[in-house]
């Protein structure tokens, strides 16, 4: 299969990469520069890099590069700089979301390509019941307020649940929500459910980024994992805390 990754470069990103090739998977991705991306993948047989910012290419740039994918996987998100946090784009995730939809869509595919959207546990998944007490609801208020990129992040997944929806001829979609985000180096057994299980703000639930990209390569790569949880925002969890 030729699955495009947007957010390649980043830390969950090039676990997601990782996955995939060692899957025999084709990838295709976009990184302002190579210099980015660890060696193995440059150089990798299965791995085609353009340089570029995925927002500064034109539609039919975009349509070109989805093309024949089965796939379409975001795992961008904000740095966590004065510049990331406040500076432009605000939009980043929901913005190339949107776009790479209307790529998807432009190429006409005959069979559903797939949308993976890397998200957060700190989004409420608003197909379902999901309550919040009120001191999450004025803490995630006021995070809405000051940061945009927590606003982006809620955007996005509102864009493929409301925009797209569950009954898409050409687009289905899941949205990953990981809670607190640890660097390992290897997988461990991790849990998977359709809400949290634990406070979104006030608990202690952890996801190292090397599981959320192995349940995303999952998600793109195992036809059971994914009608499992498609049209869904899945939220994982590492069975084991690290310390």
């Known amino acids: 299969m ?11 990103g090039q676990k997601l990469t990782a996955q995939l090739l060692e899957r025999g998977q084709q990838v295709v991705t976009v990184v302002r520069s190579k210099s980015s991306l ?19 290419l034109s539609d039919n740039e975009l349509t070109q590069l989805v093309k024949g994918c089965s796939s379409v996987a975001s795992c961008l998100g904000h740095n966590m700089t004065l510049k990331g946090m406040f500076g432009h784009p605000r939009r980043l995730v929901t913005d190339a979301t949107r776009r790479l939809c209307a790529a998807i869509k432009a190429n006409q595919p005959e069979a559903p390509v797939r949308f993976v959207l890397m998200n957060t546990v700190g989004n409420s998944n608003r197909d379902l019941d999901e309550p919040l007490s009120f001191g999450e609801k004025a803490v995630a208020g006021f995070l809405r307020t000051v940061l ?19 009954n898409d001829a050409v687009v289905e979609w899941a949205a990953v929500r990981p809670d607190s985000l640890l660097n390992e180096n290897t997988v461990t057994t991790y849990s998977v459910y359709p809400s949290p299980t634990t406070s979104a703000i006030f608990g202690s639930g952890q996801t190292s980024r090397i599981n959320v990209g192995h349940f995303m390569a999952e998600l ?12 869904q925002m899945p939220v994982i969890y590492n069975d084991i805390p690290f310390n």
Request: cysteine-free; overall charge negative; aromatic content about 8%.
């Open 2 to 12: 030729k699955i495009f990754i947007a957010g390649a470069s980043g830390a969950t």
């Open 38 to 56: 660890p060696e193995e993948f440059r150089n990798h047989e299965n791995m085609s890099v353009i340089e570029a910012s995925l927002l500064d």
């Open 148 to 166: 945009p990129p927590m606003a982006d992040n809620e955007q996005a997944p509102e864009y493929l649940r409301t925009e797209i929806g569950q």
């Open 220 to 231: 793109i790569t195992d036809d059971d994992t994914w009608n499992k949880w498609k049209g």
